[in-house]
């Protein structure tokens, strides 16, 4: 099996090849890997799960990122997630320590960032409901936002305005 083609990474399963995919294990890891797309002035991708993707059959001429930062940890009645872990993993957690809300978006296939990048939600309920904070890294460094600052609205957030 080839692994550069994207059907292999996506949903669907749809999509042709792209010229490299490259799977970040940690923050560290996708910092680097962006940083060498940008150096190298390859157009790239941020893929998580592939599961609100479409692929072309042609592919992509550019690097893939593959978010595969799946860290979760419960802190009292917080939890705090990378964005490559899986939703309903989340969901789950939340459960097992009473931390009520989350259980409205079980069921939703993706990872924790592709679900805060489209502000994902059923019955009424939405994932930003459920932030205080976003750890994001800008092209330049990391930092935290604060949830009003990422502009959630229905299937919306500012990060897909970036």
């Known amino acids: 099996m080839n692994t550069n083609i994207l059907k292999y990474h ?9 010229k490299k995919i490259v799977t970040a294990k940690s923050e560290k890891g996708l910092i680097q890997i962006y940083k060498n797309a940008v ?3 390859e157009l790239f991708y941020i893929l998580g799960e592939g599961t609100n993707i479409i692929a072309s059959d042609n592919g992509f001429n550019g690097t893939i990122i593959k978010v595969a930062i799946s860290g979760l940890a419960v802190n009292g009645k ?3 997630c990378d964005a490559g ?3 309903q ?3 789950n957690t939340a459960n097992k320590n009473g931390l009520e809300g989350l259980a409205t978006l079980a069921g939703i ?3 924790v960032g592709g679900a805060v990048y489209g502000n994902a939600g059923a019955y009424g309920r939405e994932i930003s409901e459920f932030l205080t904070h976003v750890k ?3 092209g330049l460094c990391v930092r935290w936002m604060p949830k ?3 502009v959630f609205k229905y299937r919306d957030s500012i990060f897909k305005k970036k």
Request: proline share 7%; aromatic share 6%; glycine share 10%.
């Open 148 to 150: 009003k600052s990422c």
């Open 89 to 91: 993993t989340l969901v």
């Open 136 to 138: 994001v890294f800008d």
């Open 109 to 111: 296939p993706g990872t």
């Open 39 to 41: 150096a190298n002035s």
């Open 10 to 18: 996506t949903n669907f399963k749809l999509g042709g090849p792209a």
């Open 78 to 80: 917080k939890i705090t």
């Open 85 to 87: 872990a899986k939703l």
